[in-house]
């Protein structure tokens, strides 16, 4: 074989590897999840249509992969709808209030990602809708307000449908 055409060879191959190298970054890089919204006072909820600012306690949002954004004025709310079989959606990012950081009687901000929170089930104070899972970017914060109001510390994989119970949610509410 001529010299020009091992040449010309070689380059073919290493221009065929950087295609190869470059697609394949590309297609294992992962977008960024959004960003989570700041609520404002019109913010309602995506399942009863609540004003999150009226109520205590924390608040969720779900980020789903086709860009729409659901809020949710209870983290039950949350896992009732991460928890049931027949609303598996996409999903792009979930996050709750750190509770640990957040005001419990008017939470705003401190938004941390819901997956990796721990939450306290079953405590005396309670959410929008009543019983809540309090959530907390620290463990120690989970533990010590678990000692305090009491409860149940549980990783977001722990939290189970049977938990997410949204029977009675009214019955909490002073304000319906």
């Known amino acids: 074989m001529p010299l020009s055409c091992l040449s010309c060879l070689r380059i073919k191959l290493t221009t065929l590897l950087l295609c190869f190298v470059v697609l394949s970054a590309a297609c294992s890089r992962k977008e960024a999840p959004p960003v989570p919204q700041e609520t404002t006072a019109g913010t309602t909820c995506t399942l009863d249509g609540m004003l999150l600012h009226d109520y205590p306690g924390p608040k969720a949002q779900i980020h789903y992969d086709d860009g729409a954004t659901e809020f949710f004025c209870d983290t039950v709310e949350m896992f009732s709808i991460l928890l049931r079989p027949e609303s598996q959606r996409r999903i792009r990012a979930v996050y709750a209030q750190d ?18 929170a721990w939450y306290v089930h079953g405590s005396q104070i309670k959410g929008s809708m009543g019983p809540t899972f309090a959530a907390f970017a620290r463990q120690q914060d989970a533990e010590d307000f678990a000692r305090k109001h009491d409860g149940k510390v549980l990783r977001f994989d722990q939290v189970t449908i049977e938990m997410a119970d949204l029977r009675g949610g009214a019955a909490h509410d002073e304000r319906m």
């Open 99 to 116: 509770m640990g950081q957040a005001d419990w009687k008017q939470p705003r901000g401190h938004w941390i990602d819901a997956r990796t």
